[in-house]
């Protein structure tokens, strides 16, 4: 009887993740409405691209990135606690080496460099950049470190991540502060992809893993944050603004898109739910085109695009069988090709003796009619 699973997913403000752990789910989720899995798979997607727009309105609002911060892991990190405990001894056997690049990679460092980015330049190119080169630095690293091997789709995707970048590049290097962000936001994906690799490494779970990475954030970033700055700021800003980012920075970026994308998986397996992951780069740019009116040029407009594409098909041919209308196609294809592989395997066995024949178990009459392709 076939095993199905479930993989895990980590979360992170305005991306998803790769997926380190696989966990049994009743074959009977597998059946279940699809429907309902793209709207819950969309809805983590809207959440994540978000997130960038709702940072840049917090940036403009007089509220800077070390509060930003602040108050995101603050409030995550103390709704996360009992987690945390209650599986204290798994993280415990996590390593220390892997805990320390989870809680850089996605903590409190990395929010301040992704905030700082999107102060400096746009949130759209913020979404497509560190989300789109993720893929790239996470596959740099998983080679040497986890030993996987590239295919060539996965290569083909890469180059297009790259093209991607280079054409947001042309564009973004323009402004008065244009390179510092987009510096930014490079080192950004570097650092969440070395948390992909630690977690991988690791074997956490996906709410745990987001447990260990806001607790770390909680425990060594607010103290710092409460001597060096203090809440004065978050305090003298507008309830409203305030509001605004506290739920999306704590609860919905950092909890309930990871419930959303957790859900997809779970009605639409981890193929189809991957493809969502894609769609960050364009809709973050849609996003802050939409909201802070931030129109992007034809360079930015077709590099997010590419960035989209080039994540798809980084994903491999599991995640490109996703898309809609995919799976009809595949199956066509799967078909052609077993018809074809058992042509050929006809041919070479008609070229056998009797003899040749009988040592493998076979009669050259088997080798006409649909006894051979049952066999």
Same mark, same amino acid.
């Given at each position: ?38 709207? /819950? ?136 502060? !244009? ?12 650092? /969440? ?31 710092? /944050? ?35 994308? =957790? ?10 739910? =991957? ?26 407009? !077709? ?21 809609? !209308? ?26 056998? =003796? ?14 006409? !009619? ?6």
């Amino acid at each position: 009887m076939t095993r199905h699973v479930r993989p895990s997913f980590p979360v992170i403000p305005g991306v998803a993740v790769a997926v380190p752990v696989l966990e049994p789910v009743p074959p009977a989720a597998c059946r279940r409405s699809r429907p309902e899995g793209w709207l /819950w798979g969309l809805g983590a997607a809207v959440i994540w691209s978000g997130w960038w727009t709702v940072t840049r309105i917090g940036a403009s609002d007089g509220l800077p990135a070390p509060d930003l911060a602040a108050l995101r892991f603050g409030i995550s990190g103390v709704l996360l606690l009992p987690l945390a405990w209650r599986m204290r001894l798994k993280i415990r056997k996590a390593g220390a080496a892997n805990l320390f690049f989870m809680a850089v990679g996605a903590g409190a460092p990395y929010a301040l460099v992704a905030a700082t980015g999107v102060r400096l330049a746009s949130a759209g190119t913020g979404g497509a950049v560190t989300v789109g080169l993720m893929p790239l630095f996470t596959a740099a690293l998983a080679v040497p470190l986890l030993g996987e091997r590239m295919t060539r789709g996965q290569v083909a995707g890469l180059g297009c991540i790259l093209t991607g970048v280079a054409c947001i590049a042309l564009q973004s290097i323009g402004g008065p502060h !244009g390179r510092a962000g987009l510096g930014l936001f490079i080192l950004g994906a570097m650092m /969440w992809s070395g948390y992909a690799v630690a977690m991988r490494r690791s074997g956490l779970p996906a709410m745990v893993a987001a447990a260990v990475v806001c607790l770390a954030s909680l425990l060594l970033y607010l103290p710092g /944050w409460m001597i060096l700055r203090g809440p004065g700021t978050l305090m003298a800003a507008a309830p409203s603004d305030l509001m605004l980012q506290a739920v999306y920075q704590s609860l919905l970026s950092a909890i309930a898109a990871l419930y959303c994308f =957790s859900r997809a998986v779970h009605l639409l397996g981890a193929a189809r739910a =991957s493809v969502f992951a894609a769609l960050v780069p364009g809709l973050s740019v849609i996003i802050a085109a939409l909201v802070l009116h931030e129109a992007p040029g034809p360079w930015q407009a !077709g590099g997010a695009g590419l960035l989209s594409i080039g994540a798809v098909v980084a994903g491999g041919a599991s995640a490109k069988m996703s898309l809609p !209308g995919f799976g009809l196609l595949a199956r066509v294809w799967a078909g052609w090709r077993h018809r074809h592989q058992i042509a050929a395997t006809r041919r070479t066995l008609s070229r056998l =003796s009797d003899m040749g024949l009988k040592d493998i178990g076979l009669h050259r009459s088997e080798l006409i !009619g649909s006894s051979f392709h049952n066999r």
